[in-house]
């Protein structure tokens, strides 16, 4: 079963970035679904990005512009650029991506990102 592990969180001042990375222990070509999620204090959890096989990407409104999701299909890892970050943007960040052998949904641990105002 394939196996993601987030790494890049912390904690920053509203309006600087972070870059979040997820690391896949298969190629990124075996697996599909591949996004970014969230869930802040209180909230359930939430899409912030998505990336196809083929680069195309899909993003919440509250993140358009601000946010840019990437693949490095050598490294096998995904890549959350997150810039001009606000106090909203503060919740455990999750990593999801799909195996195409056994169509099972697997998420990383998650990464806690908490930007003060």
């Known amino acids: 079963q394939v196996q993601l592990v987030e790494s890049g969180g912390g904690l920053v001042q509203a309006g600087e970035s972070l870059r979040l990375a997820c690391a896949a222990s298969g190629s990124l070509f075996t697996l599909d679904a591949l996004g970014w999620y969230r869930q802040g204090p209180g909230n359930p959890r939430e899409l912030v990005a998505t990336?196809?096989?083929?680069?195309?990407?899909n993003y919440a409104d509250s993140v358009k512009g601000r946010f840019t999701i990437s693949r490095d299909n050598a490294k096998n890892t995904m890549y959350l650029q997150m810039n001009s970050l606000k106090p909203e943007d503060t919740a455990v960040y999750y990593c999801?991506?799909?195996?195409?052998?056994?169509?099972?949904?697997?998420w990383g641990q998650g990464t806690q990102v908490t930007v003060s105002s």
């Open positions: 999801r991506a799909r195996s195409l052998a056994t169509m099972r949904i697997t």
């Open positions: 990336i196809t096989t083929g680069g195309s990407t």
